[in-house]
């Protein structure tokens, strides 16, 4: 059974950083693509940010202050954010896609993770 498990969120001050990290429990994880959703009290989910054979991507609201990363060794994936605002207060989720092809949407990934809680105080 596939087990993403989240880390590294926590309660910091508007312009803050913080990394988080997902370790995957999967066989082959270097051909799965890899994203990172979040979901604020009140919202929908969004989506943050993927890794996948082709590249990253990121939502225009990262604005150049998030970076994905991933380590293939480690079965993991990164997500160190810079500069944080308050409106990136939310719950922050892992996804795994099927393949090594990525999405920007819910429905392009299979597995998830609980999520690890990230509040900014303005």
């Known amino acids: 059974q596939v087990q993403l498990q989240e880390s590294g969120g926590g309660t910091v001050q508007a312009g803050d950083s913080l990394r988080l990290s997902c370790v995957v429990s999967v066989r082959a994880f270097r051909n799965k693509a890899m994203a990172w959703f979040r979901q604020a009290p009140g919202k929908e989910r969004e989506f943050v940010a993927s890794?996948?054979?082709?590249?990253?991507k990121y939502a225009d609201f990262v604005k150049g202050r998030f970076t994905i990363s991933r380590d293939n060794g480690e079965n993991r994936v990164y997500l160190q954010m810079n500069n944080l605002e308050s409106d990136d207060t939310a719950v922050y989720s892992c996804?795994?896609?099927?393949?090594?092809?990525?999405?920007?949407?819910?429905?392009?990934?299979?597995?998830w993770g609980r999520g690890t809680q990230v509040t900014v105080s303005s």
């Open positions: 996804a795994m896609a099927r393949n090594h092809i990525g999405g920007q949407t819910a429905n392009d990934y299979e597995s």
């Open positions: 890794v996948d054979w082709f590249g990253k």
